[in-house]
Structure formats: C-alpha cells, structure tokens
T-cell receptor
Framework: GQSLEQPSEVTAVEGAIVQINCTYQ??????LSWYQQHDGGAPTFLSY????GLEETGRFSSFLSRSDSYGYLLLQELQMKDSASYFC??????????FGAGTRLFVKA | DGGITQSPKYLFRKEGQNVTLSCEQN?????MYWYRQDPGQGLRLIYY???????QKGDIAEGYSVSREKKESFPLTVTSAQKNPTAFYLC?????????????FGPGTRLTVL
C-alpha cells in the first residue's frame, strides 16, 4: 500500500527551531509537498521538493532525500501564529496526491 | 481576486437525504479535486477531474458523485449511500503546467448528518 508517516504532535517554544519529519512509501514519486492548515481553515501550500536537497523560503525550509524516501520541514524563529497542522504530501503523478495524517505543532510562549 | 469558493460553510443533513456541495474557481485551472478530512486525519481523495466533462474516482468515491460541466465548477453530491458522511470537505484546483504540485484549496464545507 501507499503510506506517509509523520509525527502526530510536536511542541516547541517561541523563537526555537522545529523539524517535522516525513517518510513515505508510494508506488510513484514526482515530488514532496508541505501544507499548513490552521484549525477550521484550508490547507495552504508551503513548499515542494522534486530533487534531493534543501529548499529555503523565508523562515521555512524543506528537505528531500529520494534514496531514503524521507523529507522534513524546518521551521525557524517560531512564532505563535505557526501553531497549526502540517501535512506532507507525495505527488505520485497522474493527478493523485497522497497526504500524510498531519503533524499538529504547538508553539508555546 | 482569484481563488476557490465553497458553499455553504456549514451544512446539516438528515439521514437518507442527498446533498450537493458547491465548488467554484476562477483560477483558470484545468484540474479540480474533492477531498474528505476527518478529525486528526489527512486528506483523502474522493474524486478528481483533469478537464471539463471528465472525472475519475479517487480512493473513497463510494457514496459520492460529481459533475464537471464547466471549467469553473466541480460540485460534489453526497448521496444517502455514503454510510458516514459527517466530515470536512475540501475542494482544490491545480495548474498541472506548474513544475510544483501546488493545490489551491477552498475554505471547506463542514457537513453534519443529524
């Protein structure tokens, strides 16, 4: 079957750095995306990695290792507004994207 | 402003009733999707459409139906055959010409079966 594994919850303090890991097992792989979702809201796109390495966008960075079927999202200088759920998602091609169950991030003052 | 709209935001339905959820986009995207989200879970694909007048079943299509008569619109009908329809429903669209698999989501419809 196809599956994505990510931690269910992570807690960190304001100003800190947090890493959310994602391992995947899918029949096809074109790229790994990350989405942020606040409670009751819609997911919003954060990043996409098609090739190995680190992509940086402001305070957020995303990493991919295709050989390890592994990626992570790195959030720096955490702010209270970063408290949300974060989903990794695999683009398997053919218009089908597989989403992980999400990691709920709690940022404490 | 371009984007995706879904209506209504909250919907209550009695058991045995069909209900249709609206999804409209003005992003000029060919591809549109419907997902279901249950508490503490990820998004599961119900149906997707690559182009007008074409749509494909996703992973959990049973009890649902869709149509794609216009590029802008992709309504989802939750039928009485869906055994556990209470959930948060999200519509999305994407431009498959983009190098990234970016999906743009609507605000969602929370359906509750009474």
């Amino acid at each position: 079957g196809q599956s994505l594994e990510q931690p269910s919850e992570v807690t960190a303090v304001e100003g800190a750095i947090v890493q959310i890991n994602c391992t995947y097992q899918t029949s096809g792989f074109y790229g790994l995306s990350w989405y942020q979702q606040h409670d009751g809201g819609a997911p919003t796109f954060l990043s996409y990695n098609a090739l190995d390495g680190l992509e940086e966008t402001g305070r957020f960075s995303s990493f991919l290792s295709r050989s390890d079927s592994y990626g992570y999202l790195l959030l720096q200088e955490l702010q209270m507004k970063d408290s949300a759920s974060y989903f990794c998602a695999v683009d398997t091609g053919g218009f089908k994207t597989i989403f992980g169950a999400g990691t709920r991030l709690f940022v404490k003052a | 402003d371009g984007g995706i709209t879904q209506s209504p935001k909250y919907l209550f339905r009695k058991e045995g009733q069909n209900v249709t959820l609206s999804c409209e986009q003005n992003l000029n995207h060919d591809a549109m999707y419907w997902y279901r989200q249950d508490p503490g879970q990820g998004l599961r694909l119900i149906y997707y459409s690559q182009i007008v007048n074409d749509f494909q079943k996703g992973d959990i299509a049973e009890g649902y139906s869709v149509s794609r008569e216009k590029k802008e619109s992709f309504p989802l009908t939750v039928t009485s055959a869906q055994k556990n329809p209470t959930a948060f429903y999200l519509c999305a669209s994407s431009n498959r010409q983009e190098p990234t698999d970016t999906q743009y989501f609507g605000p969602g419809t929370r359906l509750t079966v009474l």
